[in-house]
């Protein structure tokens, strides 16, 4: 199978030197795409190197911000550490900063570089969504605590990166290296009959101060050109992380902001053909299990939220920079509205729901119109189809939700007591497909793979590295 893309290193470690002119170390990329070519690798996780040893944690990330962490790993034996934060915005922001002005700890320069993409754990999004952060907030302590008596207390739930004691206040604060020590910390304290009468919470992230970049001369957000063109949003060069103008749900673009939509999980599509069907749009999505789809086929566009925002982001640089399209029309692609992951569905996620639900043991009186008309009180459907040679079927919503009502709803019907119903895998998860040569990757898309307009960039490019894994070239649907 053809596959433009070279394989990403899989080690965790990337070699900073790669990230000194912005591109990959194995291709030179002509003048011509200098003001194009994103200057960052995808992901959330940045590499700190150059770390003397006797130079505690707590002092390098005192150097840190633009975002809340996710964890933080301890590499000593190589002199580094891999600071992985919530989002790839974050992530972006704090690597631009780190790449344009030198970070000196104790006279030693740092070095910074892109470790291996990696999605947020399910449990983490679970629980960032009800707050919890790597800080740990203690209230109502006595005047006979110190950091000592916490530390020794404490480190048993796992690394500490600092503490922080308010005598006046009789608070503290306790910052672990990753989210999951810190909700082991809270969720055994909070039973323990020694912190009774203390108040334990989480706190905000101390690396979540945000940067302010410097706007050049002349330059506002309200002329920022399209990204995949040249051209920058307040003299900041464009990366897979800066945001394209936002749309409604009106389709109209609306100023974006540099650190933009955080967790931004929506996809704006546009130019869809009027005979589209959202079963259409759904067949060329990949990349990761969908929240919601919305279409307006009226205003002919619609909104496809991903349940994870690295997810979004990969399909984003996919119909971007490579391509998606449907009815032979290449889809227009922008962000949507930043809104978070409703605790509802976080939950349902953890718990293996998705939007598919599975029909079981099915006999001939099942049948697509039948689920169709039993299934559509729960919530839309995006499509159906019966598999009579394995006895199942699958009811596609368009939103998660809907699943999970008709799960539960669905067992008061008794024409489905003796059926296994569960839920299936949603399609739009599934990787992208691959061409069997370049020849069909040309005919199909009407792009030449070397060379043509639209921002797709030359075999062994920066991008090429960045789409690996998420996209084996254009999405069609006919």
């Excluded at 640089?317 to 490579?322: H, K, M, R």
């Excluded at 809104?339 to 079981?360: C, D, E, F, H, K």
């Excluded at 039948?370 to 159906?384: A, M, P, T, W, Y």
């Amino acid at each position: 199978m053809y596959n433009p893309y070279p394989t990403l290193d899989s080690s965790l470690l990337v070699s900073p030197q790669q990230y000194q002119s912005g591109y990959d170390h194995h291709c030179q990329v002509g003048d011509r795409l200098s003001s194009t070519l994103p200057q960052s690798q995808p992901g959330r996780t940045i590499y700190v190197g150059n770390i003397p040893p006797d130079i505690p944690v707590e002092e390098v990330l005192s150097h840190v911000r633009g975002g809340p962490l996710e964890s933080v790993k301890l590499l000593p034996e190589k002199s580094c550490i891999f600071v992985s934060f919530l989002d790839g915005n974050s992530a972006n922001s704090f690597y631009y900063e780190a790449s344009t002005k030198k970070i000196t700890v104790r006279g030693h320069d740092l070095k910074f570089g892109w470790g291996k993409p990696s999605p947020v754990p399910n449990n983490i999004l679970v629980a960032v969504q009800s707050g919890a952060t790597r800080n740990v907030y203690l209230g109502s302590l006595g005047g006979s605590i110190t950091e000592e008596y916490i530390r020794e207390e404490l480190s048993v739930y796992g690394p500490i990166d600092s503490i922080r004691i308010i005598k006046d206040k009789n608070i503290g604060f306790v910052h672990f290296l990753s989210i999951a020590n810190a909700i082991r910390c809270v969720a055994a304290l909070q039973s323990d009959s020694k912190w009774a009468g203390k108040r334990v919470n989480y706190g905000k992230d101390r690396c979540s101060q945000p940067i302010k970049f410097p706007r050049s001369n002349g330059v506002s957000t309200r002329n920022m050109t399209h990204p995949g063109y040249s051209g920058s949003l307040s003299g900041i060069p464009y990366t897979p992380y800066s945001n394209p103008p936002l749309h409604d749900y009106d389709g109209h673009a609306q100023p974006p902001s540099f650190i933009g939509a955080v967790y931004n999980r929506t996809i704006y599509l546009g130019n869809i053909h009027p005979e589209t069907t959202c079963e259409d749009i759904c067949n060329v999505i990949r990349g990761g299990i969908l929240h919601q789809i919305r279409f307006l086929a009226e205003k002919h566009i619609a909104f496809v939220s991903f349940i994870d925002s690295v997810a979004a982001i990969y399909f984003y640089n996919l119909a971007s920079f490579v391509g998606v399209m449907v009815k032979n029309r290449r889809l227009k692609v922008g962000w949507g509205k930043s809104t978070p992951l409703p605790p509802a569905v976080a939950v349902a996620v953890q718990s293996g729901a998705t939007r598919n639900v599975y029909i079981g043991n099915i006999d001939d009186s099942v049948t697509e119109g039948r689920l169709k008309q039993d299934f559509s009180v729960f919530g839309e459907i995006e499509l159906v189809n019966t598999l009579k040679d394995k006895n199942c079927a699958f009811v596609n919503f368009t939103n998660i939700l809907s699943a999970v009502k008709a799960i539960d709803g669905i067992r008061s019907n008794s024409h489905y007591a003796n059926f296994r119903i569960n839920y299936g895998k949603d399609r739009c998860g599934n990787p992208a497909r691959a061409f069997r040569n370049v020849k069909e990757w040309e005919n199909t898309t009407g792009l030449s793979s070397f060379n043509h307009g639209e921002g797709f960039l030359e075999c062994g490019s920066l991008y090429d590295q960045m789409l690996q894994g998420h996209t084996r070239g254009i999405y069609q649907s006919h």
